[in-house]
């Protein structure tokens, strides 16, 4: 179809732009500045917004959530050291723009979302993409997925009071935790690992404001 080629290619130099701008702030996983290079962000925010898809910002997609900023997505994916065989839990799916980032990162990424509208919305433009190892559930992530486990990496990408002890629990041995937790609009991004020996160890990785993580193991709605 001439008519998405063209437009597809037009914004091409915007997201490159955007790649290199997140490498100037520090992004220094090559892969993960490359599949923010090539993930078309303009295809998950809402039509009227595409204009600012390739700013460093977060966007309004619908039933009071957002889209992350393009900063804090590569900056989560980076902290997850992905390496590409691993099997990933998304918390979050939102708009599915993480979830796109990591499906080139990683070998499989289960996403879930409380909101029923979101799932299906994300669900169907990761079809459009044409991403097939992305697989969206609609529930309350703070259980994780037992059916799934144990995961490589999980992501959490709304905040909680703390990290859900379901979601440390279904990390494999190795694994790596990335999320936001600590009060209501003003957490901490935690790294948690588990150790070979099934130790877990916790590193603070910088202030940031995440929407509420709602669920059983989360905030109550
Ligand atoms: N990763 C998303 C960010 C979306 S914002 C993106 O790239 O667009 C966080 C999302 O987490 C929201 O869609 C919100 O509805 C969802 N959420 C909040 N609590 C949740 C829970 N307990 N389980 C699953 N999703 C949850």
């Known amino acids: 179809m001439v008519r998405g080629a063209t437009q597809g290619a037009a914004w091409r130099l915007p997201r490159r732009r955007l790649a290199e701008r997140l ?5 220094k996983d090559a892969r993960v500045l490359e599949a923010m290079a090539s993930v078309p962000r303009h295809e ?22 957002t889209i992350s900023a393009p900063s804090r ?9 992905l ?3 691993e099997t990933v839990l998304e918390v979050g799916t939102g708009s599915g723009y993480q979830a796109a980032i990591l499906s080139r990162l990683a070998s499989r990424v289960i996403s879930i979302e409380r909101l029923p509208g979101l799932a299906a919305r994300a669900r169907r433009a990761l079809d459009r993409l044409g991403i097939s190892n992305v697989v969206v559930h609609f529930g309350d992530g703070t259980a994780g997925r037992p059916a799934d486990a144990p995961f490589d990496a999980i992501a959490v990408t709304a905040g909680g009071p703390a990290v859900p002890q379901p979601l440390l629990d279904q ?10 937790f600590g009060e209501r609009g003003r957490q901490d991004l935690l790294r948690y690992r588990r150790a070979a020996s099934g130790a877990i160890t916790v590193e603070d990785l910088g202030p940031c404001r995440f929407v509420d993580l709602i669920g059983e193991h989360g905030f109550s709605a």
């Open 23 to 27: 490498a100037e702030a520090g992004v």
């Open 44 to 65: 998950l925010v809402p039509e009227a917004l595409r204009s600012r898809a390739y700013q460093d910002a977060a966007l309004p997609i619908g039933d009071g959530q």
């Open 73 to 81: 997505v590569a900056i989560m994916s980076e902290a997850l050291e």
């Open 83 to 85: 390496e590409g065989s």
């Open 171 to 180: 990390l494999a041995p190795g694994g790596r935790l990335v999320g936001p």
